[in-house]
């Protein structure tokens, strides 16, 4: 399998944080036949797929097609798992920032310009705690502690900073009977 450069790591983990997997914009710095040659070797690798850009949304277009339309970058299954991001996480921080967005008026130039890179790696505890979350059952503290191995008090730090704060997710919480507290995405 091949490792993705630096480059192409950094442009797939902020696609991960984008609604729609989105890769652009590219990072700053990386334009004309860098940027051609770079995102090139990426849709050949399967990591990028060129699709029709919904300028009505505001999409950033890639290139132009010749007949008014253009086509943007969106991040792959296959893109996301190469650099370790597990493609139901990178979804739910997606959808998560789709369903709350800010205005364009709220937001400085950098928040626009450059979205801040988040890596969910496959196969750890925060990306399990993510998945037993999506379950349509959801999780107490103490199925996710025991799941994890981390105290209580550890598992409520990551819902509130790593979940909530830092990826954005919408947890719920809820109080079911025989349960307890049940938290869901």
């Known amino acids: 399998m091949t490792i993705p450069s ?9 696609a991960a944080t984008r609604p729609g997997n989105l890769a652009l914009p590219l990072p700053e710095g990386l334009v004309g036949a860098a940027a051609k040659m ?5 849709i050949a690798r399967g990591w990028l ?3 029709e850009a919904n ?4 999409e950033p277009m890639w290139r132009e097609t010749g007949d008014g ?12 798992e190469a650099v370790g991001i597990e493609p139901l996480a990178a979804s739910a921080v997606a959808s998560a920032r789709r369903a709350k967005p800010r205005q364009a008026a709220d937001q400085t130039p950098d928040e626009t310009d450059t979205a801040k890179p988040v890596a969910i790696r496959a196969g750890t505890k925060q990306a399990h705690i993510i998945a037993m979350l999506q379950r349509p059952e959801g999780a107490t503290v103490a199925e996710m502690v025991e799941a994890t191995g981390w105290l209580a008090h550890t598992v409520r730090g990551c819902i ?4 909530k704060k830092k ?17 869901r995405v």
Do not use: C, F, N, W
């Open 160 to 163: 509130s900073g790593a979940l």
């Open 6 to 14: 630096d480059t192409q790591s950094l442009i797939l983990s902020r």
């Open 69 to 80: 339309h253009g086509t943007t970058l969106i991040a792959t299954e296959a893109g996301l």
């Open 55 to 58: 300028l009505r949304r505001g």
């Open 49 to 51: 797929e060129e699709v």
């Open 38 to 42: 770079v995102v090139g070797k990426m």
């Open 167 to 183: 990826l954005g997710l919408p947890i719920k919480a809820e109080k079911v009977e025989g349960r307890g507290t049940v938290y």
